[in-house]
T-cell receptor, first 113, second 114 residues
Framework: KAGVTQTPRYLIKTRGQQVTLSCSPISGHRSVSWYQQTPGQGLQFLFE???????NKGNFPGRFSGRQFSNSRSEMNVSTLELGDSALYLC????????????FGSGTRLTVV | GQQLNQSPQSMFIQEGEDVSMNCTSSSIFNTWLWYKQDPGEGPVLLIA?????ELTSNGRLTAQFGITRKDSFLNISASIPSDVGIYFCAGQLQAGGGADGLTFGKGTHLIIQP
């Protein structure tokens, strides 16, 4: 059974640009969450999608957005990139929102220069 | 927002030793999770706890959900080299059929000296 797949693995962008990251959940999983991991702040919740609807949102500015498609695949977008957006972006999937046992992908390492 | 205090921040131990780490919170959770993260990879779920007082084992790992719902600990017995990595606790609050996102501790970096 394939795990959570995130693409691309690595990305370098310039300040002011925008970026789109992709996540394919485990087959059958309908909930997809996104997390930002930095050395200073650790792992922080961005948002969670279930059945194409955003169900929860963390404390991030509106430059961070996402969406989920009918096949449960999800994308997150960051507009007007700042240096501080450099981080490992992790996607996690689970059967339902309240399942608790989220499975994480390997992440996309975003570097903003 | 909610904060999790995870300790210790790092541990240097000898192979074969037992390890203990814990997390405390200023507010309650109704799910506690323990993850391990290796370099360049995402966190991998080790143990999930869903009920206050619950004690759960997974091989050499044992974790407990505190009675107050504000803390959890993870023990690793007889450590081996592959236990090296960063261990994270995470709490989740579920209410009204929904749930908040996971709140993570800052991690415990486990280093094993042969």
């Amino acid at each position: 059974k394939a795990g959570v797949t995130q693409t691309p693995r690595y990305l370098i962008k310039t300040r002011g640009q925008q970026v789109t990251l992709s996540c394919s959940p485990i087959s059958g999983h309908r909930s997809v969450s996104w997390y930002q991991q930095t050395p200073g702040q650790g792992l922080q919740f961005l948002f969670e999608y279930f059945s194409e609807t955003q169900r929860n949102k963390g404390n991030f500015p509106g430059r961070f957005s996402g969406r989920q498609f009918s096949n449960s695949r999800s994308e997150m977008n960051v507009s007007t990139l700042e240096l501080g957006d450099s981080a490992l972006y992790l996607c996690a999937s689970s059967l339902f929102i309240t399942a608790g046992g989220y499975t994480f992908g390997s992440g996309t390492r975003l570097t903003v220069v | 927002g909610q904060q999790l205090n995870q300790s210790p921040q790092s541990m240097f131990i000898q192979e074969g030793e037992d390890v203990s780490m814990n997390c405390t919170s200023s507010s309650i959770f109704n799910t506690w999770l323990w993850y391990k993260q290796d370099p360049g990879e995402g966190p991998v779920l080790l143990i999930a706890l869903y009920k206050a007082g619950e004690l759960t084992s997974n091989g050499r790992l044992t974790a407990q959900f505190g009675i107050t719902r504000k803390d959890s600990f993870l023990n690793i017995s007889a450590s081996i080299p592959s236990d090296v990595g960063i261990y994270f606790c995470a709490g989740q609050l579920q209410a009204g059929g929904g749930a908040d996102g996971l709140t993570f501790g800052k991690g415990t970096h486990l280093i094993i000296q042969p």
